[in-house]
Antibody, heavy 120, light 107 residues
Framework: QVQLVQSGAEVKKPGASVKVSCKAS????????INWVRQAPGHGPEWMGS????????DLSENFQDRLNMSTDSSMNTAYMELTSLTSDDTAVYYC?????????????WGQGSLVTVSS | DIHLTQSPGSLSASTGDRLTITCRAS??????LNWYHQRPGRAPNLLIH???SLLSGVPSRLSASGSGTDFSLTITNLQPDDFGTYFC?????????FGQGTTVAIK
């Protein structure tokens, strides 16, 4: 089954970091980008960044330039997203998505989401 | 950054209705426009890529068109599965931005 399965919910204090994992199955992990998208309560999705597994090729939203670390482990078919210096504004559901070039570049496979709550 | 504006922000409709959602881009994006559907508590689901290409399995009651800055998604014979929130998203340039969403509720 083609799917992305993410790690569970996290509660963090302001100033802390959070690391979310995303395990892929059912397709060749190394041939598709992994993107990270977050969605704050009641808001539309916000693209954070993307990377190509096992490469230095990545794109980052300027909104996260200094705080977002993305990585992949192809031996485990797993991608990771670490966000540092958390504030309450980072409370959101974080999704990993597969980037596919179907004519236009699109997000054709999504993880189930990982809720990150930042609260003192 | 390319800004996407969807309208309306929300609407109420009944099963069997026809509705159209529009998405306007702040700059020319060609046909680099995708549409997603999201149900509460679930991840978005890709419906349409390249402005008008339906993914396999998406019912033909859905159609989409547009290029440049103006795009639309039309649903005919609205069904219970169609309720939820629709987002447009551009892939012309980074950052890959989304519209704010259009919520379709049951009247």
């Amino acid at each position: 089954q083609v799917q992305l399965v993410q790690s569970g919910a996290e509660v963090k204090k302001p100033g802390a970091s959070v690391k979310v994992s995303c395990k892929a199955s059912g397709y060749v992990f190394s041939t598709f980008d992994i993107n990270w998208v977050r969605q704050a309560p009641g808001h539309g999705p916000e693209w954070m960044g993307s990377m190509y597994p096992d490469s230095d090729l990545l794109d980052l939203s300027e909104n996260f330039q200094d705080r977002l670390n993305m990585s992949t482990d192809s031996s485990m078919n797993t991608a990771y997203m670490e966000l540092t210096s958390l504030t309450s504004d980072d409370t959101a559901v974080y999704y990993c998505t597969r980037g596919a070039r179907r004519g236009s570049y699109c997000f054709d496979l999504w993880g189930q989401g990982s809720l990150v709550t930042v609260s003192s | 950054d390319i800004h996407l504006t969807q309208s309306p922000g929300s609407l109420s409709a009944s099963t069997g209705d026809r509705l159209t959602i529009t998405c306007r881009a702040s700059d020319d994006i060609g046909i680099s426009l995708n549409w997603y559907h999201q149900r509460p508590g679930r991840a978005p689901n890709l419906l349409i890529h390249s402005a008008s290409s339906l993914l396999s399995g998406v019912p033909s009651r859905l159609s989409a068109s547009g290029s440049g800055t103006d795009f639309s998604l039309t649903i005919t014979n609205l069904q219970p599965d169609d309720f939820g929130t629709y987002f447009c998203q551009q892939s012309h340039s980074v950052p890959r931005t989304f519209g704010q969403g259009t919520t379709v509720a049951i009247k």
